[in-house]
T-cell receptor
């Protein structure tokens, strides 16, 4: 299995809803990432988990809450989002240091209404 | 801080070569990467180059690195319509360029 799987592919939520994005990989990668990508922009790093511990939080608002239950799973819990949070949310994983780059999931397209 | 810049748009005719350019500021990056993103999809790693190399060839792709000028380029030979996508360079694994939209005309 050489993929990063993200669910759901599309999500529409109201500003008072609570929802979660899920990401799963079975490549044995020990680093996992959440990115936010607005239309026609590059991905922006949100969070990095290394060995299931949060190692980087790029000053993301608390309405986004990451969770790494185990080495294969990464969640992003969403609560009280704003319309400007509508974007493509990408999960990625990597083996760590070395020329491996990241393996990206296909993303969850989130619309906040 | 670190910065990665790319031209925004490139249009080529099918069968021609495409050259996508990137400049970066962080000279400590060990590896530099090129990613491809098709509409509605995630990013796909195309190729990478180690910072002590100046060229790497991988089938139709050629990466050139000028470390002195901090300039990276991706050349796609015999460009096909399926190559139409956004191409991102990235350094340090965490900083992406703005992306270059490649349009291949039949």
């Amino acid at each position: 299995d050489t993929e990063v799987t993200q669910t759901p592919k599309h999500l529409v939520m109201g500003m008072t809803n609570k929802k979660s994005l899920k990401c799963e990989q079975h490549m044995g990668h020990r680093a996992m990432y959440w990115y936010k990508q607005k239309a026609k922009k590059p991905p922006e790093l949100m969070f990095v988990y290394s060995y299931e511990k949060l190692s980087i939080n790029e000053s993301v608002p608390s309405r986004f809450s990451p969770e790494c239950p185990n080495s294969s799973l990464l969640n992003l819990h969403l609560h009280a989002l704003q319309p400007e949070d509508s974007a493509l949310y990408l999960c990625a994983s990597s083996q760590g240091a070395g020329p491996y780059g990241y393996t990206f999931g296909s993303g969850t397209r989130l619309t906040v209404v | 801080g670190e910065d990665v810049e790319q031209s925004l748009f490139l249009s080529v005719r099918e069968g021609d070569s495409s050259v996508i350019n990137c400049t970066y500021t962080d000279s400590s990056s060990t590896y530099l990467y090129w990613y491809k993103q098709e509409p509605g999809a995630g990013l796909q790693l195309l190729t990478y180059i180690f910072s002590n190399m100046d060229m790497k060839q991988d089938q139709r792709l050629t990466v050139l690195l000028n470390k002195k000028d901090k300039h990276l380029s991706l050349r796609i030979a015999d460009t096909q319509t399926g190559d139409s996508a956004i191409y991102f360079c990235a350094e340090g694994k965490l900083i992406f360029g703005s992306g270059t939209r490649l349009l291949v005309r039949p």
